[in-house]
């Protein structure tokens, strides 16, 4: 499948940078990075895609934080799924979201986002002035119907996260999450909480191989 892959990409980067010669190698990062926000050339790729290996199961994937998103494009995702998914990235309630992410949160459409893709889990950036607000803004978001948050990641800026400041502002969130997770087995515990320590010891584990 990855010779495949690799084939198609190589392919619809030559269709659209013209005609390739034998050096000219390209890889999945350049295809994402020559279409990213670009919704026209999104829906080239998956109509070349369908038309050209038809006989092939193919998941197309992006992260998008939904404020662009209109009727015609979610009408248009909509239809197609099941082989183009879109993952959110939501900070947290609107407080927090609006000081991250320049007042969005009236913008993104929620429901069709848990009703497309329910499986699908929220990436969330942590900022110094969210650290405090981290049980609250995961409670919120799973509130909204989404049933696994697999990405906390630290806001890179002028602060050390490893000052003791912070450690110790987040431990009583942690603790609160643990607490909201025993009361809520149904929901997938948050990758903060998660992270499968014991693989470190493990002894003659099978590794495994991811293709993306």
């Not at 992270?195 to 584990?205: D, P, V």
Request: one cysteine or more; a negative charge; glycine letters at 6%.
């Amino acid at each position: 499948m990855g010779k495949i892959f690799d084939k198609m990409v190589n392919e619809i980067m030559g269709e659209y940078f013209g005609k390739l010669t034998q050096n000219d190698i390209f890889t999945t990062k350049d295809m994402i990075d020559y279409f990213r926000d670009n919704y026209p050339k999104i829906k080239k790729i998956i109509s070349y895609t369908n038309n050209n290996y038809n006989g092939n199961e193919f998941i197309f994937f992006a992260t998008t934080n939904g404020t662009v998103l209109n009727d015609e494009m979610k009408q248009w995702f909509t239809l197609h799924k099941n082989c183009f998914v879109l993952g959110l990235s939501l900070d947290g309630a609107r407080e927090t979201q609006n000081a991250n992410r320049s007042n969005s949160f009236g913008m993104i459409d929620f429901e069709f986002f848990v009703k497309n893709w329910p499986k699908q889990n929220i990436k969330m950036t942590l900022t110094e002035n969210s650290l405090a607000h981290l049980s609250e803004n995961i409670k919120f978001v799973h509130s909204l119907g989404f049933k696994e948050i697999a990405g906390v990641n630290l806001f890179e800026g002028n602060f050390n996260w490893d000052k003791d400041d912070y450690i110790q502002m987040i431990i009583p969130q942690l603790e609160e999450l643990v607490e909201f997770y025993i009361n809520n087995d149904s929901l997938e515990i948050d990758q903060m909480l998660d992270l499968n320590l014991y693989i470190c010891e493990a002894k003659n584990r099978v590794k495994k191989k991811w293709c993306g």
